[in-house]
């Protein structure tokens, strides 16, 4: 059979078989003279064309090809092909520019504010008075409550506690007063589920002289016989006339060696020897023990002590006059010789590269903070950023705020501020501290009613902000009296106790605060307030200091100008404090108002002509102010009271004022793309 085409229509027709072929079935099954029939298709003549006008649904790909080809097919299929191509790469190439244009993504240390806790304080778990680790992940919820990402631990590791913890006995273990390995692996894994990160203690100076190096040191084992600073002396001449923080010598004599040992601090804190390799080497390898853990970073306590001049001289005396058997405290001597040593910074810079081979996995980095008191020598403490070349801590501890209280003022405040803004290295990461373990807290030095607005500079200034526990409900000191004192440096004076700022948390009103409801025991007392500063009671407060810290957190980390933006100064005077935080290219900024002064005041912002003449409150430390109207030229703020003014503008105050601006990394908002781009 074969298909005849005639016009409009397909006819079957009978053809004959070819005689030269033949399959299978056919040889085998052929009848000899029986006549066969043939099923074969025979083709059309190829001159013949198809002639169908309009494509149909199922046509064979021959008749397809033959209307692909035309031109009116053709020609829209390529277009859109090239088009294709020209968007894909156009596509491509904004993706690289965008890469290339935008600013690096805050990391989560910068991000959130970094939150202290004190862990024999923060919460007993089993009912002994002294807070735990299962206490602080009984607690985790509360710094989500808070929306802070960093929480930073004081030391847990095993210890006989002469300087609670900083007298370490091992660094690889945990003191069973805070638990165990376990439950320390059971919290780390916890936060981390929570999206936290833990930040340890980590206190490179000294060790406990219970430690298993000292113990072999004092018996001059061979390796570990130069793990410590040893000298010659007797028990009535030490070495020198270095001085213990603590006072009175830093040299102690030990009767199994036949030689002084030296202690920056307690004298059952003997300093390591880090000049020896092998003792650079046991730091390293303790890192890694707990990197390998998975914590986020470590504070490196006490850093400026690491290193001493190995000749041992003698420290000038600050009054030469002093006769040298009355130089006792560290403010007697200029610390020459035992701080801030050569090769300090060389040594902290190989640990933070230990540590960043621990930060190549997207979203692990390993954070690493410096803790060193310099006081009036800020020059010093900016040396531990590092250089644009060599990376060493992400940031110094920043303690000037904690000198706030002794001049409460506006303009006091401002060149606390100033201290660090101009002395900071271009293009680093500020941050502030204004409590933690080692001073009072600022609710009893700077006042109570100093503690909302004193929050408020801290989370609205640029940078990380660190908060000690129970600042943000305003927890005050408590009263200790001899009799109750703990710490060693205020059983030597008791006017140097830091028990005070240490009391328990205060949960609840509850029994000791909600702090232990196991047992009528807490290792210091509980402040008599409790029973109304508390978490519990805050919570139901709007306009308390727990829902002002949370509210100023929020927005602090909503909001592009507060967390990335420019800061500037503004004004200040005897009482108030004001400063801009703005973005370019974004339209919205925000105008802070802080009054540090004794007295009611109005402050005229009329000069500042990028400001509109209308000032709406966002946020009062005085609730009942929220949302009120101002004028420029007069803004009224109470003692103590702060406000976040947020406003409209296309005017920057920044290009006019440079000097008055800091930023930590330009950027620009892309309003069209709803992107930051470097500027």
């Known amino acids: 059979m074969s298909y005849k085409k005639r016009t409009g229509s397909l006819e079957l027709v009978e053809c004959t078989r070819n005689p030269g072929f033949q399959d299978a079935e056919s040889v085998t099954n052929t009848v000899p003279g029986e006549k066969q029939v043939s099923t074969t298709v025979k083709l059309d003549p190829p001159e013949e064309k198809y002639t169908q006008i309009k494509p149909y649904a199922g046509m064979p790909k021959e008749v397809l090809l033959q ?11 390529e277009i859109l092909f090239w088009l294709t191509v020209a968007c894909t790469l156009a596509l491509v190439a904004l993706t690289v520019t965008v890469i290339t244009l935008s600013p690096g993504c805050l990391s989560w240390w910068q991000a959130s504010p970094v939150y202290q806790v004190y862990p024999r304080s923060f919460k007993d778990s089993d009912g002994d008075g002294v807070g735990d680790l299962k206490g602080v992940l009984e607690q985790l919820e509360h710094f989500q409550y808070l929306n802070i990402m960093s929480v930073w631990i004081s030391p847990f590791y095993r210890s006989p506690m002469k300087d609670f913890g900083y007298d370490v006995e091992d660094f690889r273990a ?20 929570k999206g936290l990160k833990l930040i340890m203690d980590f206190i490179p100076n000294h060790t406990s002289d219970r430690h298993r190096w000292f113990n072999l040191s004092r018996t001059r084992d061979p390796h570990y016989s130069d793990y410590y600073v040893w000298a010659d002396c007797n028990t009535s001449a030490p070495p020198n006339n270095w001085v213990s923080i603590f006072g009175n010598s830093s040299w102690t004599y030990d009767e199994v060696r036949g030689q002084c040992y030296l202690h920056q601090f307690l004298k059952e804190q003997p300093d390591l020897n880090f000049r020896n390799p092998d003792v650079r080497r046991e730091i390293i390898d303790i890192i890694h023990f707990w990197l390998e853990k998975g914590v986020d970073g470590f504070r490196m306590d006490a850093v400026k002590h690491i290193l001493e001049a190995a000749h041992l001289r003698d420290e000038p005396q600050v009054d030469p006059n002093k006769p040298p058997e009355l130089v006792t405290t560290e403010w007697d001597l200029y610390h020459d010789y035992t701080t801030s040593q050569l090769g300090l910074h060389d040594m902290l810079r190989e640990w933070r590269a230990e540590m960043d081979t621990y930060s190549r996995e997207p979203g692990r980095y390993r954070f690493m903070v410096t803790e060193s008191y310099d006081y009036h020598e800020v020059d010093k403490t900016m040396m531990y950023y590092g250089t644009p070349q060599v990376k060493e801590s992400d940031f110094p501890f920043n303690f ?34 204004v409590g933690n373990h080692d001073r009072p807290r600022i609710a009893s030095s700077a006042g109570q009613n ?7 500079l801290l989370l609205t200034l640029p940078g990380t902000p660190t908060t000690y526990y129970g600042e943000e409900i305003g927890m005050e000191n408590i009263n200790v009296t001899d009799s109750q004192i703990q710490d060693p440096a205020g059983k030597y004076n008791s006017s140097l106790s830091r028990d005070p700022q240490r009391s328990p948390m205060q949960w609840s009103n509850d029994t000791n605060a909600g702090f232990n409801n196991k047992a009528n025991v807490t290792w210091l007392p509980v402040h008599p307030d409790y029973r109304t500063v508390n978490v519990e009671v805050q919570k139901k407060d709007e306009g308390s200091v727990l829902a002002q810290y949370r509210f100023l957190n929020t927005l602090r980390q909503s ?35 802080l009054n540090f002064g004794k007295e009611s005041v109005t402050t005229d912002l009329s000069s500042v002509h990028e400001l509109p003449d209308q000032l709406e409150v966002l946020m009062s430390t005085n609730k009942a102010n929220d949302v009120k109207v101002l004028r420029k030229s007069h803004v009224l703020t109470e003692a103590g009271e702060g406000l976040v003014i947020k406003y409209s503008t296309h005017t920057r105050f920044n290009p006019n004022h440079p000097g008055e601006c800091y930023i930590s990394e330009k950027a620009c908002y892309l309003r069209v793309m709803d992107i930051l781009y470097k500027c």
């Open 174 to 193: 945990i003191d069973p007063l805070f638990g165990t390995m376990k439950d320390f692996e059971d919290l780390l894994a916890e936060m981390h589920n």
């Open 400 to 433: 000037y705020l904690l000198d706030l209280p002794q001049n409460t003022s506006g303009l006091w405040a401002q060149h606390l501020v100033q201290l660090w803004m101009a002395n900071m290295p271009k293009g680093k990461w500020p941050n502030w501290v």
């Open 450 to 456: 100093y503690i909302r607005v004193i929050n408020m």
């Open 559 to 593: 909001e592009l100008p507060l967390h990335r933006g420019w800061f500037c100064y503004v004004h200040a005077d005897a009482n108030v404090f004001s400063y801009i935080r703005e973005l370019d290219g974004l339209d919205q900024a925000f105008l802070i108002v």
């Open 67 to 77: 209307y692909s080809s035309q031109a009116r097919y053709r020609v829209p299929r």
